[in-house]
Structure formats: structure tokens, C-alpha cells
């Protein structure tokens, strides 16, 4: 048995025990969201300080190393500097959409955090239609990013804003159909059968050549989604100064920035669960202590988010012609036909399996 | 009839952005006034003078030794080969003889000039497009001609090593030896510039085909150094009138012809390449010798008109002076290599997308100070 676990039954039980059943569901999730918020808010800062220190080793640098040991309470410190700071604006802004922007953004990337099964029962929120929760709710960030670059009242921001939803709209696309590639095998959108599923070897093993090939466009598209480089065309300083966010200062910047990190752990954590097996230990070497899975699915994570790393400190930008073309004369077609022989493989039972 | 109505009522405007003064793609204080439809741009009007600092107008105040120390906030990436272009004008027309040490010291400082601001180049054109990580490969390399430079003449960037006459004092002793070194050292780090970015499908696919010039475009706007030789019109002055020790050496003129950005970026790769190769021609056998002729303590140039033209590392920097016999000049021009390239923007990024128009500027190479002078 494990000791986490155990604790969060224990207060579970104790909550019903002392409420009526409505009050202590309620209860409930109110603790749990302030617990995955505090989780994630200071992952985020964590995973803007690996960025860094990925990014000064690519750039033969030493990164962040004067506050705290190796550098490590630096974003911290950033994050108390935004927190102080003014929020300045423009003075003609949509003033109510302005402000809206960044929740937009943020609560969008926190809500997608919530079905993830970072191990066996530790899941906050799982329902029967994991995968489409996920890409929804991953597609409402855009429209906060739209209306940040819209209301601020700047014709660079308009510019990066516009090419976000173009951007956005067209690689959402590749991100739900690579995943259906994979939802054939599963045969089911609910992410904890799709962990069950793997228990006879990773999807991406099971599937093969379609699976390698989904998992690329994935990738691709989901570092297009998260628009980060070689897709930055949103912010693209050199073009267009800081893009969609050029007249966000403080806390409310500091919202897109930490929901910019949170996007690609999620896409990195969508990544983990539907191609490498989530929580689960190659050849099932750790299965008898449960707990390891939340160590095993971080760290599967955090390779694929190096990989985005990688990406970025590497790729020169695409230009926006480039970006569509990309995704509709390429991506697109080819995802159609993956489909469709990924469909053949599971017709005719040539998956592997352990 | 009912669609005329509408569209009469409609009001249409064109899109305009400045970019800049304050905008990371412009290097400097430019403004870039832009309209553009979509994505598309329609039109680009440099606007200059946020930085001019009247040089010319300081040159006629000044004495022909004090006006080498402006030319170095001109082209600041250039500010050896800058220096030597007054210093050559100036020696022309006293009709000085330079000693050989001299002007062999000059060419190898110049070239190395050339690569420490090509590769500065690399790494802000990496960046332009969007790959941060080459602005500190280039600035990795640079970081060891400018420590060169330090050791022998005491400055990093505005170097002030040329006098009329000479050279202000003798190279430092290691000058030699860090140099070859720097060269052995740069002949294995070049290829990786090659391996980061240049190979690079995105970029490829970025450069080729963008930003056309031809040749007879390039003669017409007055295009030089590497823009100029990326669209075919062979216009190095190192070759054409080789100066100071250029006339000893063999060098390739590097010339590609098809005019686009990613010829112009070739060009200045390969440009490193030749200059290393013009530095190890001269380094082994730098003669003995003076390192100054004495000239009076107020040159005075003789009564008339004088040019001289060097390549710096943007490309034809010419010096025209008119002198009226007095000890200072009483005209001078600098004919700067970066205003007669920016003034084809306009021509090469119409019809582009605002990625492009920040690619093919990059390629232009343009110091701002040099356009404003």
C-alpha cells in the first residue's frame, strides 16, 4: 500500500464523514484544485528555469546560477518581480477584454492538467472522454491569446494574434487526428483504459510504423500548438517585438508566459500517456510499488519537453506561408493516410504485442 | 448598382506599422515605415536620422589626424578598415611613402576586422530568423579577434590604430601567435556555422528565393561589397584597387549569381574563408621595419580634390575630400556602403511577407551609424 494514496482516501473519507455528501464533493475538489494550482504553478517556474539552463547549454553559457544553488530559486525571484510590478496598459484597450486575456489563457492550461493519470489512482478527474476533454479545452487557450493580441490596441499585437488563430486552428487539426491514430488501438478516449491498453507493450510499439509516424506529426504539431519555435510566429521578436503579449506587463504577462510552459508539458504529458505508456514501467519493472509511476511518467515527460527544447534552441522560424503550407499540403494528407493504414493494422491484427 | 453603394461606403485604409525606432530586427535606431496588406508587405520607407551625429560636418572642424578617430563611430564593425580609408587619403595626397610593415599590419588587422564582423553578421541573421542560438557561436569567435585587438592597440572596437602616416605603435608581441592561432582555431569552428545554421531545411527554405536583386538592379542602386557580389556584379575594391598590402596576396572575389538572400549569405561565409586565406599569406612574413613616417604636426593637404576607396567588411566605403590647402579639409564625404544598400529595401522586400522583409534586411547587413553618419 502506498503512503500518498492512503493519505488522500483517508481525507476523502473523513470529509464525507463529517459534511452532508454535496458540501464534501465540493470541498473536495476545491482542495484538489488548490493543491494541482500549487503543484503546477511552481512546476511551471521550474520548467521556465530548465528552459534556461537548456538554453545555456545549447548557447555555451552557464544559464541562471546566482540565486539559490545552481540558479534554482531564480524564477522564483522573477515571479515576486512580476508580482510587484505595474500593470501598465494602452490607454484605447478594450479594457474588460484586456483583462480577460490571460485567465483565458491560463485557466485553460491548468483545466487540461486535471485528467492527466500521473499514476494509477492518482488522477483528479477521470472521465470517458479524456482525449476530446483535452483537445477542447487545449483550443480554448487561443482564444485568449486572440483576444490579448485584439483588444491591446497594437498592430504588432494584432498581427502576432491573427497569426496565432490561423496558426492555432490549422495544427489543432494534426494534434486530434494523430491522436485518433492512436485511439484505434485503444478503442477507447478514457485515458486511464488507454494506460490499461499499454500494459501489452507502449502504443507506440503496438502500432509501429503508424504510430512512429503519428507521433512525429504529434510532435510537430504540438510544438506548432504550444507556439513555441520553429512555429513562434505569435511572438517572433525579431518581426514583431513580443507579439500578441507586447503591451501585457507584470502579472498579467506572466500569465501567458507560465501558461506558454504549462501548454508544452501538457503536450509533452499527452505525448507520455497515449504513445509511451504513462505511468507505466518498461516491461512492468516497477509495477509492484505504484508510486514510482508518478517518477516514471515525469520522467518520460521531461524527456519529451527536452526534445521541444531541443526544437527551439536549434530551428531557425518558419515564415507564416511556410507554417500553412506545412500543415495542409503535408501534415494533413499524410495524417489522413496514416489513418487509414493505422485502420488496416488494427483490421487485420498486426499490432505487436507482449 | 447595389455593390457600388456599398463598397463607396466602405472606408479602406492601408495597414502601416512603424517598425522601429526601437524594434530588435531593425540593429539600431532605423525606422522602417511599412504598409502592408495582411501579411504581405506593399511598401518600405527607411526613415534615417535618429542617430546622426554630423561626422562630415565635425570633419571640416577637425584636423586630417583627429578626423581618423570619427571614422570610427561610422561603421563600428569596420572601424580599422574605416580609419584606413582617411588615413589613405590623407597619405595619397602628401604622397607618402608607407612602409611596407605598415601596410601589411593594416591588411591583416582589416581582414580580421572582416571576420570579426561577418561573424557578428552570422549571428544576428541567425537570430533574425528566428534561431537564437548562432548569435553566441558568432560571438564566441568574435570575442577572440577583438582580444587581439585589445592586446595590441588597447581597444576592443574603436580601434584608432591607423595615424596618418603609419600606425600609432607597434603590434604586440603575441599579436602574431594568437592570430595563427585564432586562424587554426576558426578553421574548425567555421564548418559548424555551416552545420547550425546553413544546412538548416527551414532556412533553406527561408533565404532561397527571397529578397531578388539583379545584377543590373545591384549596379543601378549602387550596391557593393557582399550585396552587390550575391547578385553577380564583381565589385570588390580589394581586387579592383588592391590598397595597402592587397596587391601582394591571391584572393578569390566571391561571386554568386543568383541575387537572392541566400546568396548574399554565402557570399559572406565565404568571404571568412578568403580573408583567413589572405591572413596566412601575410602573417609568416610580416617585414621589418617603421611603423610610422613623420609627418608634421599639422598636415596640411595640398590644394584639391582626393578619393579613396576601401572595402570594409558592408562593402565601398569611399573618402572625398576637397581641400582648400588648409589643415582642414574644406569638404569631406564618406560614400558609406550601408545607405546605398538599405536604399534598395524597398525594391528586393515588396511582394514579401514581414518574415521575409526581416531576412532579406539581415542580409543587407546595415549598421545603422554607417548609414547615419
Not at chain 2, 568574435?142 to 600609432?168: S, V
Not at chain 2, 580589394?238 to 601582394?248: C, E, F, I, M
Given at each position: ?13 473523513w ?73 501598465t496598459?494602452?490607454?484605447k ?15 485553460s492550461?491548468l ?41 491591446s ?13 490561423v ?53 510537430i ?11 513562434d510566429?505569435?511572438e517572433?521578436?525579431?518581426e ?43 516491461f ?45 499540403k ?9 489513418l ?11 499490432t505487436?504485442?507482449? | ?19 522601429g ?31 546622426h ?21 561610422m ?14 587619403t590623407?597619405?595619397?595626397?602628401l ?6 610593415r ?11 576586422t ?23 557561436y ?7 579577434i577583438?582580444d587581439?585587438?585589445e592586446?595590441?592597440?588597447?581597444a ?40 547550425l545554421?546553413?544546412?538548416n ?18 549596379i ?23 590598397y ?13 549569381t543568383e ?21 596566412e ?6 617585414p621589418?621595419g ?16 582626393f578619393y579613396?576607396k ?10 572625398y ?32 511577407k ?10 543587407l ?8 553618419r
Amino acid at each position: 500500500m502506498n503512503i500518498t494514496l492512503s493519505i488522500t482516501k483517508n481525507i476523502h473519507n473523513w470529509l464525507f464523514s463529517i459534511m452532508p455528501e454535496g458540501v464534501a464533493s465540493i470541498t473536495e475538489m476545491v482542495l484538489i484544485a488548490v493543491v494541482y494550482l500549487a503543484i503546477f504553478a511552481v512546476a511551471g517556474l521550474y520548467l521556465v528555469l530548465l528552459e534556461r539552463k537548456v538554453a545555456a547549454w545549447f548557447q555555451l553559457r552557464i544559464g541562471p546560477n546566482r540565486v539559490g544553488w545552481w540558479g534554482l530559486l531564480q524564477t522564483m525571484a522573477d515571479a515576486l518581480k512580476l508580482v510587484s510590478k505595474e500593470l501598465t496598459g494602452t490607454v484605447k484597450a478594450d479594457k474588460f477584454l484586456y483583462n480577460l486575456a490571460p485567465y483565458f489563457v491560463i485557466v485553460s492550461a491548468l483545466m487540461a492538467l486535471a485528467v492527466f493519470p500521473f499514476t494509477q489512482e492518482f488522477q483528479a478527474f477521470d472521465i470517458n472522454i479524456g482525449i476530446l476533454f483535452l483537445i477542447a479545452i487545449s483550443s480554448i487557450g487561443v482564444i485568449g491569446i486572440l483576444l490579448g493580441g485584439w483588444s491591446s490596441n497594437n498592430k504588432f499585437a494584432l498581427i502576432g494574434a491573427m497569426r496565432s488563430g490561423v496558426q492555432t486552428i490549422s495544427y489543432e487539426l494534426s494534434v486530434g487526428l494523430s491522436l485518433l491514430t492512436m485511439i484505434l488501438i485503444t478503442g477507447s478516449l478514457q485515458l486511464s483504459e488507454i494506460v490499461e491498453v499499454q500494459k501489452n507493450g507502449w502504443l507506440i510499439v503496438q502500432g509501429h510504423i503508424p504510430a512512429v509516424i503519428a507521433f512525429m506529426i504529434y510532435m510537430i504539431a504540438g510544438t506548432a500548438e504550444t507556439n513555441r519555435a520553429p512555429f513562434d510566429l505569435v511572438e517572433a521578436e525579431s518581426e514583431l517585438g513580443a507579439g500578441f503579449h507586447t503591451e501585457y506587463s507584470g502579472m498579467k504577462f506572466a500569465y501567458f508566459f507560465l501558461a506558454e510552459f504549462i501548454n508544452m508539458f501538457i503536450i509533452a504529458a499527452i505525448a507520455t500517456t497515449v504513445f509511451f505508456g504513462a505511468w507505466l514501467s518498461p516491461f512492468g519493472i516497477t509495477e509492484s510499488i505504484p508510486l514510482l509511476g508518478v517518477v516514471w511518467f515525469l520522467g518520460k515527460t521531461l524527456i519529451i519537453v527536452f526534445l521541444m527544447m531541443w526544437f527551439r534552441w536549434t530551428f531557425p522560424r518558419l515564415r507564416i506561408d511556410q507554417l500553412l503550407t506545412l500543415e495542409w499540403k503535408y501534415l494533413l494528407p499524410l495524417n489522413l493516410l496514416n489513418l487509414v493504414l493505422m485502420a488496416l493494422i488494427v483490421w487485420l491484427n498486426l499490432t505487436i504485442q507482449f | 448598382m447595389d455593390t457600388n453603394i456599398a463598397t463607396s461606403n466602405l472606408k479602406s485604409e492601408d495597414y502601416f506599422i512603424n517598425m522601429g525606432p526601437q524594434h530588435p530586427a531593425t540593429h539600431g535606431v532605423l525606422r522602417l515605415l511599412l504598409t502592408i496588406d495582411g501579411e504581405i508587405i506593399k511598401k518600405v520607407e527607411p526613415d534615417l536620422g535618429y542617430i546622426h551625429r554630423s561626422i562630415e560636418k565635425m570633419c571640416e572642424r577637425d584636423s586630417y589626424q583627429q578626423i581618423v578617430h570619427l571614422t570610427d563611430r561610422m561603421d563600428y564593425l569596420s572601424s580599422h578598415i574605416n580609419n584606413e580609408a582617411v588615413c589613405l587619403t590623407v597619405e595619397n595626397a602628401l604622397q607618402l611613402e608607407i612602409p611596407e610593415r605598415v601596410k601589411v599590419i593594416r591588411t591583416i588587422i582589416g581582414e580580421l576586422t572582416r571576420i570579426a564582423s561577418h561573424t557578428l553578421w552570422w549571428g544576428v541573421m541567425g537570430m533574425d530568423v528566428g534561431a537564437l542560438t548562432t548569435y553566441f557561436y558568432g560571438f564566441r569567435d568574435r570575442e577572440l579577434i577583438n582580444d587581439i585587438f585589445e592586446e595590441t592597440c588597447g581597444a576592443r572596437l574603436t580601434m584608432n590604430y591607423n595615424i596618418p602616416g603609419g600606425l600609432m605603435f607597434d603590434i604586440h608581441p603575441n599579436f602574431v601567435k594568437r592570430t595563427k592561432e585564432f586562424i587554426a582555431h576558426f578553421k574548425t569552428k567555421l564548418p559548424e556555422y555551416d552545420r547550425l545554421l546553413t544546412g538548416n531545411v527551414i532556412f533553406q527554405k527561408r533565404m532561397k528565393g527571397v529578397g531578388i536583386l539583379t545584377k543590373e538592379d545591384a549596379i543601378s542602386f549602387g550596391a557593393s561589397g557582399p550585396v552587390g557580389r550575391g547578385s553577380g556584379y564583381s565589385c570588390d575594391v580589394r581586387k579592383h584597387h588592391p590598397y595597402s598590402a592587397l596587391d601582394k596576396v591571391t584572393f578569390k572575389e566571391v561571386l554568386r549569381t543568383e541575387g537572392d538572400s541566400l546568396a548574399r549569405y554565402e557570399v559572406r561565409i565565404q568571404e571568412m574563408w578568403e580573408s583567413m586565406s589572405i591572413i596566412e599569406q601575410l602573417i609568416d612574413n610580416i617585414p621589418e621595419g617603421d611603423v610610422q613616417v613623420a609627418t608634421n604636426a599639422v598636415i596640411k593637404l595640398p590644394k584639391g580634390e582626393f578619393y579613396q576607396k576601401v572595402e570594409t567588411a558592408r562593402g565601398e566605403l569611399g573618402v572625398y575630400v576637397i581641400s582648400t590647402g588648409t589643415k582642414n579639409p574644406y569638404r569631406l564625404k564618406f560614400r558609406s556602403p550601408g545607405f546605398s544598400n538599405l536604399s534598395l529595401l524597398n525594391h528586393i522586400a515588396v511582394g514579401g511577407k514581414i518574415g521575409d522583409l526581416v531576412a532579406s534586411m539581415a542580409t543587407l547587413d546595415i549598421v545603422v551609424p554607417d548609414i547615419d553618419r
